[in-house]
């Protein structure tokens, strides 16, 4: 179901013009607790696991926030090949419209785009690290 915002909007101004104060009160505070309810479906101010990381990647016509960490097993060469890179990038789940989803029931294909995205990302991060450091 699409909110049509704009919509909504009007008729709460509209409708908050006739109110009283209490019931006026009482809106906003509606209202703010939606707006976190949204914040949080959209993944925003969330904070990683220890020792992992997020990042948003394409899902189809949307974007998830894919949850990751890079293995142990990770050498200091290996944030300087993507190759490499995606072969100690663990993906540990998304979120996809305010639910945290395992990695399993993404398709394959799905989730070796992810790591590639990942892989790239990290690599060039990295490389920025380096040029900045330099």
Not at 94 to 116: I, K, P, T, Y
Request: proline letters at 2%; charged letters at 35%.
């Amino acid at each position: 179901m699409k909110l049509d915002t704009i919509h909504t909007a009007e008729a709460a101004i509209k409708r908050a013009a006739t109110m009283e104060g209490g019931e006026v009160a009482a809106l906003h505070v509606a209202i703010r607790h939606l707006a976190c309810e949204l914040s949080a479906c959209r993944g925003e101010r969330l904070d990683p696991q220890e020792g992992s990381k997020l990042i948003r990647l394409p899902l189809g016509e949307a974007e998830a926030l894919v949850e990751y960490e890079i293995s142990e097993d990770a050498e200091r060469d290996d944030w300087r090949y993507p190759a490499r890179m995606r072969e100690v990038v663990v993906l540990l789940g998304a979120l996809v419209n305010g639910r945290m989803v395992d990695m399993d029931e993404f398709s394959e294909d799905r989730r070796e785009a992810w790591l590639a995205a990942i892989a790239d990302h990290e690599c060039d991060e990295y490389a920025h690290a380096i040029e900045e450091a330099a």
